[in-house]
């Protein structure tokens, strides 16, 4: 495996939740690890970041609702997406670096060198 493989996608209805997972490639001893969507139409927005110090990014949008999350010892990552709704519909992509990143940078998805193929989300109203 050379790049991050994304799992736990699927369709739900408003107001449900889905955990995302994250398969990394490698263990990281410093890292930038995040969560990226894109929606029909629209250009890819950072969701979610996490770095080796424990520090977190969130987008406005998902603040309160989403956490991320990490398990070095398994390489993996996740994303708990709570309280969904239909704007939360994208294909979500993971993404790792091995570099710790800037806070200014967390949500460039060309700063991460591992990128997933994404896995879509679904909510329906």
């Known amino acids: 495996q050379s790049q991050p493989v994304e799992s736990g996608g699927g369709s739900v209805q408003t107001g449900g939740s889905l955990r995302l997972s994250c398969a990394l490639p490698?263990?990281?001893?410093?890292?930038?690890l995040a969560w990226f969507r894109q929606a029909p139409g629209k250009e890819r927005e950072g969701v979610a970041g996490l770095d080796n110090d424990g520090v977190t990014y969130y987008a406005d949008s998902v603040k309160g609702r989403f956490t991320i999350s990490e398990d070095n010892a398994k390489k993996t990552l996740y994303l708990q997406m709570n309280s969904l709704t239909p704007e939360d519909t994208a294909v979500y992509y993971c993404a790792a670096d091995p570099t710790p990143g800037s806070s200014e940078l967390w949500d460039d998805f060309d700063e991460y060198n591992d990128r997933g193929q994404g896995t879509q989300v679904t909510v329906s109203s």
């Open positions: 490698r263990s990281y001893s410093t890292y930038s």
